[in-house]
């Protein structure tokens, strides 16, 4: 009897619900799956951090989300640097909403003035397009 006849023997395999044989418990497959799905390690991360292959990973992590059993990582808590960061983030964002409003506003009225401009002095402001520039 060969090595990998006496590894196989000593191998509890299992059967999944499509027939097919897997070596692995559904602990070890569940183990693999939090790992992954928790984005704490990629998929070829897992793979090698637990020796198998990155598609036994993928496969591992559709049969726990399918089963129902998964629930996304709860986050841990932010840390005080982390909320100060958060807060500055969010002033800036409402400082930049508050500056596009604004242009908008100003392009508008930008636009009305041109419009204007072009039907009282009858000319055209506006570039047409396809024209091209002339040469200096």
């Known amino acids: 009897m060969g090595k990998s006849e006496k ?5 509890a395999y299992i059967y999944d619900d499509k027939g097919a044989v897997s070596p692995h418990s ?4 569940a183990l693999v799956a939090l ?7 990629t998929r070829g991360e897992t793979a090698r951090k ?7 990973v993928a496969s591992f992590a559709r049969w726990y989300k399918k089963n129902g059993q998964f629930e996304p990582p709860i986050s841990k808590p932010m840390t005080v640097e982390e909320e100060t960061e958060l807060a500055k983030i969010t002033i800036r964002l409402q400082e930049t909403e508050k500056a596009l409003k604004q242009a908008d506003i100003r392009l508008v009225a930008l636009e009305s003035l041109i419009t204007v401009a072009e039907r009282e002095l009858k000319i055209d402001i506006r570039k047409k397009s396809g024209t ?3 040469k200096s």
């Open 50 to 56: 637990y020796s198998v292959s990155g598609n036994s």
């Open 7 to 11: 590894k196989k023997r000593n191998r």
């Open 132 to 134: 091209k520039r002339s």
């Open 35 to 41: 790992e992954y799905l928790s984005g704490r390690l």
């Open 26 to 29: 559904d602990e070890f497959r």
